[in-house]
């Protein structure tokens, strides 16, 4: 509360302030900004060497009141090149200035990530950088963040994921084929906190807690930088793969109200998208922008049809009770299905605000944020009336589909202030952040109560809180060609938290069954498809970190460029730590340019992995387990199973690559890349036999933990080429860029855990989870066209193979009859490489209204279908769930209304 009256304080004052300050201003410059084929938008007006600028409206005109005196005036669009004019301007004159800009191509832009020094464009950095332009974020065909950066990025990878639970609603984001938690995110170059959700199921990140990238208003973001290096020294912990920074818009002269309505061609998974941006000056400098956004998605089921038993597992008497009680008219599904299986329905309301102000002669006061609420709701395995341990026959004669509903909130605030002191650039901010998820279950019961059970649980939930203060300093010395050192420090504090759950989501009601065989056994405890969490689990945690840094970049001469990076890290948990970083680039002539780095990196173990704790229900090849994840505050961890504690991950980098620009038309970048990482965390695999005794006080049958267990070897290659020239009477702009990559696993560090089989510690599957779980490469391709009052949009994206291992398919004893071919088969399957194709047509009926209509996936690819019938859980999966190129959607068809006021 204090720093939102701070911030209502601040912006008044600064806001009189910059009228005061307009009132006194004696003289205008005004112009328009455009291109050879009309007006620009939103350009950028600044005046070099002060705080002042502006951007153009929706007719491409800007105006700057300003004193009398001499100026030098730069006009900038994102994709053209910079413009800059000398102006004189007296008292009381009111001076015209027009500019007309050259397009250019997205390796010219200056992107201030990776560097501390004055933006730098991707020709000159050292490491590999790439960047999503706003018009490819606003052309996309896809309405969230991470499906965008899906299919427009070769390193970027995330999906919807099926029956995984609250995964189902927050997507697990990986990059280079890491983990979700080796991936830094940064908004506006400040650290974004992480989701509260642990991926505990068989998903890809299984075990890891990622950036919900979906919390993030699409209509709020201006463009996308992608660091493809390790940055642990520059930017600290997380950044091993590399650094997303996500920056917002700041226009202050256009209102974007965006309408769209997606369906599949199934008829299912309608999808419905507005927003709203809109932005305001203030004085001569400073500005607010806002940005609305509502997106609401209908649930996809691509679940086949059921083959197994439902009322008995007497063939015979079980077909005569389904076609008595008309069961498959009863399960609220298509057909024979008795699944919900693809993405999940999703509600999504999202503001957010950017915006800065000048509080002093050489000071601005920035702040942006947001809050993001999202409703989801998903479906479990369905439970039949023949599993007596788990349905309660008076409540559900039939059995029952158990859902799954999430309330997530997502809250975000960066208050700060930039400046000069005494020729030193100084920027001090605070980031607060916080991310929640409640989990209530409906449709379902808690069988051991009986029929006292209830049919809705609030199965608890949990809450993550990060604050982080920076403090940056740099000044630019006229040493040998440049010189710039850079300094400062960081301080952070999570929060964790872990809520119960009301009691009958997981009390032990006591109540029993008859078996076949006449005996008397108990009911499984909690709610089904999600049980609630107990009191025991119940914690709230808390940790701090202080760092420092220190960053030189050196011009020795005019094409040499190297930069030196070095951190200290401390952590209340883990200790202490330092990392370094050194880079260099050489540039051949002013369009070729060879670059490469060795760095050093880390990431500490998440709060949630040192201290989840929660009993869920789990299927496997139709087994259902009670499956407690402990961890190394419990007992059972630290003297039965005898885990070590939970280190940081340690990382080595190497890359090597080559940039080029030919006759302004064409780029060409390749780097090559070698990620080594130790002590990799893991979610163990699950311990049963032989440790019933340990395992019954818990109520479990299953036990998992995490531990540092692996060391990988990650390296590829990634390439790009992009092409920009005038065609006939149009612009066309093409991209082509691919990502290789291969992940393999060089150790299993058997002294991690001295009790247990190292085979279950860290099976078959999940070394495929970790090797082969994304694509061995994916190419991209986006190709648009420009003519008079069309523009055109084929964006094609080709995914490689992907490779399940099932975990005991490794010995041909366990290999299991495939009634597809009436051999007995392993049920290890690669799946093939695909290609998927979206196009759009976009009409511009006036400067103030567009309308686009296209197709996503417009040959209605999906990946393989199993070959295995064992792997389809009688019928019901037709593909993977364990791993997954894009999905199952299908085809899908949208329009689009875009108002530009």
């Known amino acids: 509360m204090r720093i939102k009256i701070c911030l209502y304080l601040l912006t008044l004052t600064s806001f009189l302030l910059g009228h005061s300050l307009t009132a006194q201003n004696r003289a205008s410059l005004s112009g328009t900004v455009s291109d050879e084929f009309g007006k620009l938008p939103g350009a950028r007006i600044a005046v070099e060497g002060t705080n002042i600028q502006t951007t153009t409206n929706i007719d491409g005109y800007y105006s700057l009141n300003l004193e009398e005196g001499s100026y030098v005036v730069t006009a900038s669009f994102i994709m053209y090149q910079s413009k800059s004019v000398s102006v004189t301007i007296q008292v009381g004159e009111a001076l015209v200035s027009d500019f007309i800009l050259e397009t250019g191509l ?25 960047i999503i332009t706003p018009e490819q974020i606003s052309s996309s065909s896809h309405f969230e963040l991470s499906e965008i950066l899906h299919y427009l990025s070769p390193s970027f990878h995330s999906t919807n994921q099926t029956i995984s639970d609250g ?81 917002l818009k700041n226009q202050t002269d256009v209102i974007h109200l965006d309408s769209r309505l997606k369906t599949n061609i199934e008829g299912d998974g309608t999808t419905s998208y507005f927003s709203g941006n809109f932005g305001f000056k203030v004085g001569n400098t400073g500005y607010i922008n806002i940005t609305g956004e509502f997106r609401d998605r209908k649930a996809t089921n691509r679940a086949g049809n059921y083959t197994g038993y439902v009322y008995s597992q007497d063939e015979a008497e079980d077909a005569a009770l389904i076609e008595q009680n008309n069961f498959f008219a009863q399960t609220g599904y298509n057909d024979k299905q008795v699944m919900e299986i693809g993405s999940a329905a999703v509600r999504n309301s999202a503001i957010s605000f950017n915006g800065e102000l000048l509080m002093f002669k050489k000071a601005n006061l920035y702040f942006f944020g947001g809050r993001n609420s999202r409703e989801g709701a998903s479906a479990g395995f369905y439970r039949f009336p023949y599993e007596k341990d788990r349905v309660v026959d008076e409540l559900f004669p039939n059995g029952f589909s158990p859902k799954i509903i999430t309330n997530i909130q997502d809250n975000a605030l960066t208050i700060g202030l930039k400046g000069q002191k005494n020729d030193w650039d100084l920027d001090f901010s605070h980031s607060i952040g916080n991310n929640s998820i409640d989990f209530t279950v409906s449709n379902s019961n808690n069988a051991s109560l009986g029929i006292r059970s209830p049919k809705t649980f609030k199965s608890g939930g949990y809450l993550y809180k990060l604050n982080t203060t920076n403090l940056d300093i740099d000044k630019e010395f006229d040493f040998l060609g440049g010189l710039n050192v850079a300094f400062g420090g960081e301080l952070r504090v999570e929060g964790y938290e872990i809520i119960s759950g009301e009691e009958d989501s997981y009390i032990n009601g006591g109540n029993t069954y008859i078996d076949e065989n006449g005996a008397e ?132 980098h190497f890359s090597l690559g080559w940039s080029s620009k030919f006759k302004n038309k064409y780029t060409f970048a390749f780097d090559y890349y070698n990620i080594n990482i130790k002590d990799r965390i893991i979610l163990s695999g699950g311990f049963s036999l032989g440790y019933e005794p340990q395992l019954a006080p818990y109520d479990v049958s299953t036990a998992q933990f995490f531990v540092n267990a692996i060391d990988s070897n990650t390296n590829g290659f990634e390439a790009s080429f992009m092409y920009q020239d005038k065609l006939g009477s149009g612009l066309f702009n093409g991209q082509i860029s691919t990502n290789f ?100 047509i976009s009409y511009r009926f006036a400067k103030f209204l567009e309308a686009t209509a296209g197709c996503n996936n417009i040959f209605n690819v999906y990946p393989d279908k199993h070959t295995h019938s064992s792997n389809t859980d009688n019928g019901s999966f037709t593909y993977s769930r364990r791993v997954q190129q894009f999905g199952v959607n299908g085809a899908n068809c949208f329009v689009q209304i875009l108002l530009r006021l």
């Open 106 to 130: 997205s390796a010219d832009e200056p992107v201030s990530l990776g560097t501390r020094s004055k933006p730098q464009s991707s020709l000159e950095t050292t490491v590999p950088i790439e």
């Open 167 to 247: 995964t189902d609603h927050i997507d697990p984001a990986t990059l280079r084929g890491l983990g979700p938690d080796q991936v830094l995110v940064l908004i506006n170059g400040k650290r974004r906190h992480t989701s509260s959700m642990l991926n505990v199921n068989g998903t890809i990140g299984r075990g890891s807690v990622g950036t919900d990238f979906n919390a993030i208003p699409v209509a709020s973001i201006d463009y996308i930088e992608i660091l493809r290096d390790g940055a642990t020294s520059q930017y600290g912990s997380d950044a091993i793969a590399g650094v997303i920074n996500i920056v």
């Open 521 to 652: 056994q108990p009911r499984l405890i909690g709610a089904q498809v999600f049980p609630g969490i107990q009191p025991s689990d119940e914690l709230v945690r808390i940790r701090s970190n202080a760092s420092g840094y220190i960053d030189l970049e050196l011009k020795p001469s005019e094409p040499f460029l190297f930069k030196a990076a070095y951190r200290f890290e401390s952590n209340n948990d883990f200790g202490e730590s330092s990392v370094w970083k050194v880079s260099g680039r050489y540039l051949l002539n002013n369009n070729i340019s060879f670059r490469s780095s060795y760095s050093t990196g880390f990431r500490a173990p998440s709060l949630h992995q040192v201290y989840f704790q929660k009993i869920s229900t789990q299927y496997f090849d139709g087994d259902i387990s009670q499956v407690g994840t402990f961890n190394h505050e419990s007992s059972l961890i630290t003297d039965v199973f005898k885990v070590n504690p939970l280190t940081p991950e340690r990382s080595k």
């Open 741 to 840: 990559t291969k992940t393999k696993v060089t150790n299993v560090n058997e002294d991690s855990v001295e009790n247990v089989d190292i085979n279950t510690l860290f099976d078959r599957e999940e070394r495929s989870r970790v090797e082969s779980s994304t694509p061995n490469f994916k190419i991209n391709s986006f190709f648009q066209y420009e003519i008079h009052n069309f523009k055109f949009n084929l964006v094609g994206t080709y995914f490689g193979s992907l490779i399940y291992l099932h975990p005991d398919d490794g010995d041909p004893n366990n290999w299991q009859l495939n009634e597809y071919t009436g051999r007995v088969e392993t049920r290890d399957q690669t799946f093939s490489p695909k290609f998927i194709t979206d196009f759009a």
